[in-house]
């Protein structure tokens, strides 16, 4: 499980996360949803150390992740090679630009299970098919992204995240670049994973898929969770009134 | 003698050095900003001839240094009965360099521009001559300023040869006072740094106005 | 034709171009360990890069290569011109390619740097799989360009001694006084060799376009 306490960040003077407080059990899905600028992104790119912040603490199955306190108190970033390992126990997928265009398909979802973390190239490989078969792009294995479709570079992206077999898997808006009708095919990867009880944390606008696939939603606004709760309570029963007007705007 | 001092009584003999750099520099500039324009006009205007024509002026100039056609411009003017000054030579050959690149310069912003405007132009039944000179011309000329701001850097630093046909610009002149006072160092170094002044005073001229001049 | 003309001429356009290749190679390697620098952590490292590319871009080559060729008594006279003149055109291109690299580099889009970070690479597969190849890719075209310029800035140095193309032309005419024939030859040759750089390099472009990677760039 994840465990978020009081976790503040600052861009300079601009506070963008004032005290997050978050946990997510063990197989849970957490959606992120918001204003623009509400920190939702932010706060997903801390989970993984993308971003630095001063104050509170991440912790992954009981392990203070990316800071340490030394013996004398002091708050240490951890060493880059802890930060590798830690962060390969998490899969991110970005809004776009996430493959690498000078490798194929397969080369893209190996390259971490075969140089990050040391899997044999005959594992790695039988690995990688296996995924890109879940994702349903087995065929285009040894295609180059710039043939293939966004809808299915997005699915290649998660196939190579989940390569890592990570406890966690981080979507920030990963529907959001899309063309409307290669959406589907993309929320439906998502949908097959539920199955696995594998974390996930989701930055989205789609409200619907939300209310499908998240066991909770967080409401941020100006860097602080307003509201928390399952789906049913945060779109149909919203109380902060900053949600209704979000909800209403959205719809 | 230490630096400061060799600086404080040589430095004056730069001047005239900085004299002459400073206005081969400009007129070249202005001279390669026309020619360069002219040809714009010729790739624009004379059909396929003239853009083949052009573009194989271009690649010419591209694809040898700039020492030759100084050389064979000072060297062969005379022969032929243009017994023309050194400045000259070297100074027009600078311009017949740099106004290829400023013509592909020009190119490039013609064709980012948006050529409806052109069109437009034309159809309100603007001579071509006119068109050119009062709707392409200056919207092409604005947006390059950057890319021609960067080009008279090059030029600048281009007078430099112009010390192999014994003009005493900046490089002829370091060159002069290292064979008088043996001091290689001091005179380089002073040279370089009057380069970098005026190359970057050049660069601040340019930025300065693309930011006055800039209406979009 | 002055007899023999041409035979020096091309003798002088093989020294042009031997003296760009090794510039080149050479400048290539200064430029990843320049380029290495202009990303460092420490602001002192980055602000003596910027340093050294703002000195070396603004000072014409002549002036540098004068610079090495005065003031370095310390150099053997015989080879002297040579290697001050190779010396200053390995400084000259190690700074344009390292600016070449540095461009490359940041043209890399965020979210693939954050997918390697993210898959936690190790820095040498980082490299060697990720920023070497995009960059190459990226820089193929403006690295093509610099060794054109290289190529073309070798001439420079014939005005310290270096016996290469312009300066075998120059004798020749001294001597003749042929002027249009040999710098007309001379021109050609380096045509020649300028506008094959450009486009081997096309090729090669075109060569590694096919390998799939079609140019996606932020």
Redesign the interface.
Known sequence: MIVVRGLQKSFGTARVLRGIDLDIADGEVVALIGRSGCGKTTLLRCINFLEEYETGEIRLDGEDLWYRATPDGVRRRVSEVEARRMRQQMGIVFQQYNLFPHMTVLDNVLLGPRFAQRVSTAEAEALGRRLLARVGLEAKMSAYPAQLSGGQQQRVAIARALAMRPKVLLLDEITSALDPELVGEVEDVIRSLLSDRIMMVLVTHALGFAREVAHRIAYLAEGAIVELGSPADILDRPKDPGLKEFLRRVR | MNFGRWVAIYGPTYLTALGWTAVTAVGAACGALIWGCALLLIRLSAGRWGARGVDAYVQLFRNTPVLLPIYLIYFAFPMIGLPWPAVVCGGLALILQNGAYISEILRGSVNAIDRVQFDAARSIGLAPWSTFRKVVLPQVLVYSIPALGNQTVLLLKDTSLLSAISITELTMQAKLLTEQTGAAYEAFIVVALLYLLLVSGTEVLFRVTHRAVRWR | MPPGSLALLAQGAAVSLLLAAVAIVGGTLLAVLLAALAFSRFAVVRAAYRVYV??VR???????A??VF??MPALDLRTGPYIAGTLVLIVYTGALLAEVFRGGVLAI????W?????????PV?LFR??VA??VT?YTLPPYVNVC?MTV?????L??ISVWEL?LA??EI?ERT?A??TI?GL??AF??VM??GI?RLGRLFERHLAL??????R?
Not at chain 3, 109 to 112: A, E, G, I, V
Not at chain 3, 114 to 122: D, F, I, N, T
Not at chain 3, 152 to 156: C, E, H, L, T
Not at chain 3, 211 to 216: I, R, T, V
């Open positions: 703002y000195v603004g000072t014409p080559l002549l002036v540098l004068l610079l005065y003031a889009p965020r979210p693939q954050e997918s390697a970070r993210s898959l936690g690479l190790p597969p799989k990720i190849p995009l890719r054109v073309k800035a070798s001439s420079v014939s005005i312009t032309a120059r005419i006084f002027v249009f710098l001379a021109a380096y045509f300028c506008f450009d390998k799939g990677f079609a140019g996606e932020a």
